[in-house]
């Protein structure tokens, strides 16, 4: 399944299930809920009651047009990752982590898909990070490993986009990655069983105006999504529509000389291969 969280003409939340590049099923009319975060909590009903509304096929509507919400849009947790790969805790001057090295970010801090991206008036040093997203779907504490993909419903996309400045001013980095609509977040949530286990194995990429800036491969993780899953719950129970944003590989604005950094105008683009293709343009703080 593909599901779209959106918004109707009366600016009410929507779900809907992407059934082709051009038309979606809205599904709350077909009797679902409104946001996959109710649906994740129903848990495998709420996942064989969406299937089944898809192949009735009712209650369709374009695709063009569409205004997308965020694909959880309150998460209980969002665990972001940092230095995930190899060659990107190379370009930051870190060691490669012995263990996963985790930081929270906020919902106030994120975007829909096609939503602008705010460069803050008090800092230009605004840079892209494409991250693929792994969404909780059953709960528990303290999960193994080998059963950690059990736990993860589906996936989607973010862009991590930091403010350097403010992200290097302490050994925490929680304010350069939470400013108020600096990240990307969508534009839709890919059931687990549409991609390779862990979805392993995926091309990931992002474009900044058309130019790619980053280009890696998911098999490039230090640490893989079992993993990941396995390390959060150690600390606090895992919920259905709680989010793993797993790191970004090299090729940072931060680490190219003269350095990269999103402005005014730019579009930027995250992709990983099966998953879909998040965009956002920027802008600045009014």
């Known amino acids: 399944m593909r599901l779209i969280a959106f918004q109707d003409e009366n600016g009410a939340a929507r779900l809907g299930a992407r059934v082709n590049d051009h038309t979606l099923l809205d599904l709350t009319a077909a009797g679902l809920p409104d946001s996959l975060d109710e649906l994740l909590r129903q848990g495998e009903a709420g996942f064989r009651a969406a299937r089944a509304a898809i192949e009735r096929g009712q209650h369709a509507r374009p695709l063009a047009g569409l205004t997308y919400l965020p694909p959880v849009l309150e998460p209980a947790k ?4 940092g230095l995930n790969y190899v060659d990107h805790a190379t370009e930051s001057h870190f060691e490669k982590p012995k263990h996963p090295v985790i930081f929270h970010r906020y919902p106030s801090s994120w975007v829909a898909h096609g939503q602008p991206l705010v ?3 008090v800092s230009a040093q605004f840079d892209y990070e494409a991250e693929l997203v792994a969404v909780i779907g059953k709960g ?12 993860v419903a589906g996936y989607t996309l973010f862009n991590d986009g930091s403010l350097r400045d403010h992200q290097f001013r302490s050994n925490q980095w929680m304010m350069g990655k939470n400013f108020d609509r600096s990240g990307g977040f969508g534009p839709e949530f890919v059931s687990a069983d549409e991609l390779p286990p862990g979805a392993h194995g995926l091309r990931l990429q992002c474009r900044l105006n058309g130019q790619v800036v980053q280009d890696a491969n998911t098999r490039d993780m230090i640490f893989d999504v079992r993993t990941l899953v396995a390390a959060c719950s150690e600390a606090m129970a895992l919920v259905p529509g709680d989010l793993i944003i797993t790191g970004t590989p ?7 000389k003269p350095p990269l950094w999103m402005k005014p105008g730019d579009v930027c683009e995250v992709e990983v291969e099966g998953v879909g293709v998040l965009r956002n343009p920027i802008v600045d703080e009014r």
Do not use: C, M, S, T
């Open 119 to 121: 460069r803050p008036h």
């Open 140 to 151: 528990d504490r303290y999960i193994r490993q080998e059963d950690a993909l059990d736990h």
């Open 250 to 256: 090299a090729g940072v604005g931060l680490a190219r």
């Open 78 to 81: 969002a665990f972001a990752i």
